[in-house]
């Protein structure tokens, strides 16, 4: 009977240096570089979708004060300083 992995492998290329920073990155927290970059993907897709849900929310509070171009921004910062 077959077990079946719970994880899939890949590979990657590194330039030595930015190699040898993970390599040195990793021993110091204890842990593998499978788990250092496991870590770092995670962290890099929570970082995006945190960006897409800011850019959602100034899209709606930029529609609901209307403004629709950049010479709105501009026009709002001129009567604000006013």
Do not use: C, H, N
Request: net charge positive; hydrophobic share 30%.
């Amino acid at each position: 009977m077959q077990t079946q992995r719970l994880s899939k492998t890949t590979t990657i290329s590194l330039p030595p240096a930015l190699y040898k920073v993970a390599f040195r990155m990793a021993k110091a927290k204890g842990m593998t570089k499978s788990e250092l970059f496991r870590e770092a993907l995670r962290r890099y897709q929570r970082d995006e979708q945190e960006w897409q849900d800011l850019l959602e929310y100034g899209r709606r509070k930029a529609q609901t004060a209307g403004i629709r171009t950049e010479d709105d921004v501009e026009r709002l910062i001129d009567e604000s300083r006013k």
